[in-house]
């Protein structure tokens, strides 16, 4: 058709050896913990999610470095598929703690992993990667705070509005879907972002039997070889799906 990053049929990996939970997959993440989360530890207990949803998003993008970046960006939509909506609506720091164990949660996980990848979108690879080393390089805590400014001064933008939505926020981006059997088109809408998807090159996995297809969100529509209607995941970024 035309619409899709990616026609190939492809496995699923949440059947093979290398999706969300797998022993390689928690191998993965536990070792990226020695770069980040361990020598870049988060400042307070209600900065966690500095410690896991880096790691949860580097073990991906280790993931695709491995095995190609279309297995990444599966390995991505894998990791938000399951998400609730109550996790996708949970602070990242929250406003207190009775207890440390209190700030471990699901959301943590891939709510900040999804934080990650909005942020890489959004300032692009040089600026994130650079964000990192710095944090890296430094060795020490870091807040949320800090790790804001960090981004905030490798990309030169103001990224108030997306820690405020993202990481402090309970709102959750809303994807409207229609299915036209007879044309066997998928189409979508995305709203409630804040604008903070806004020219986002966002992708969405399209998944009708064994077909799938990496398509951008942009493109605001897919046709599809069959007639059933389609699953749609998002990668890499927690939404709210009609």
Same mark, same amino acid.
């Given at each position: 058709?035309?619409d899709?990053?990616?026609?190939?049929?492809?496995?699923?990996?949440a059947r093979g050896?290398?999706?969300?939970g797998?022993?390689?997959?928690?191998?993965?993440?536990?070792?990226?913990?020695?770069?980040w989360?361990?020598?870049?530890?988060p400042?307070t207990?209600?900065?966690?999610?500095?410690?896991?949803g880096?790691?949860t998003?580097?073990?991906?993008d280790?993931?695709?470095?491995?095995?190609?970046?279309?297995?990444?960006?599966?390995h991505?939509?894998?990791v938000?598929?399951?998400?609730?909506?109550?996790?996708?609506?949970t602070?990242?720091?929250?406003?207190a703690l %009775?207890?440390?164990?209190?700030a471990?949660n699901?959301a943590?996980?891939?709510k900040?992993?999804?934080v990650?990848h909005?942020l /890489?979108?959004s300032?692009?690879?040089?600026?994130?990667w650079?964000?990192l080393?710095?944090m890296?390089?430094?060795?020490?805590?870091?807040?949320?705070?800090?790790?804001?400014?960090a981004?905030e001064?490798?990309?030169g933008?103001?990224?108030?509005?997306?820690?405020?939505?993202w990481?402090?926020?309970t709102?959750?981006?809303?994807?409207?879907? %229609?299915?036209?059997?007879?044309?066997r088109?998928?189409?979508?809408?995305?709203a409630?972002?804040?604008?903070?998807?806004?020219?986002?090159?966002?992708l969405?996995?399209? /998944?009708?039997?064994?077909?799938?297809?990496?398509?951008?969100?942009?493109a605001?529509?897919?046709?599809m070889?069959?007639?059933?209607?389609?699953?749609?995941?998002?990668?890499?970024?927690?939404?709210?799906?009609?």
């Open positions: 058709s035309g899709g990053v990616s026609g190939a049929e492809v496995s699923d990996p050896a290398r999706g969300p797998s022993l390689e997959e928690t191998a993965i993440h536990e070792l990226v913990h020695q770069w989360g361990n020598r870049v530890p400042a207990w209600r900065d966690l999610w500095l410690a896991e880096p790691s998003y580097l073990t991906a280790v993931l695709g470095r491995l095995d190609g970046g279309d297995d990444g960006m599966r991505l939509a894998l938000v598929r399951n998400t609730s909506l109550v996790d996708a609506q602070r990242l720091v929250a406003p %009775a207890r440390p164990e209190d471990l699901l943590v996980y891939t900040g992993s999804a990650m909005v /890489r979108l300032v692009g690879d040089r600026a994130f650079a964000a080393r710095e890296q390089t430094a060795g020490r805590p870091v807040s949320t705070a800090g790790f804001q400014r981004f001064r490798a990309s933008r103001d990224l108030e509005a997306l820690f405020a939505y990481v402090h926020g709102q959750v981006p809303r994807l409207a879907t %229609a299915w036209d059997r007879g044309a088109r998928l189409s979508w809408t995305l409630n972002d804040g604008g903070t998807l806004q020219n986002v090159p966002l969405l996995l399209v /998944r009708q039997g064994d077909n799938e297809r990496l398509v951008r969100a942009s605001g529509r897919v046709t070889p069959g007639t059933a209607r389609p699953d749609i995941w998002p990668v890499g970024v927690v939404l709210d799906i009609d």
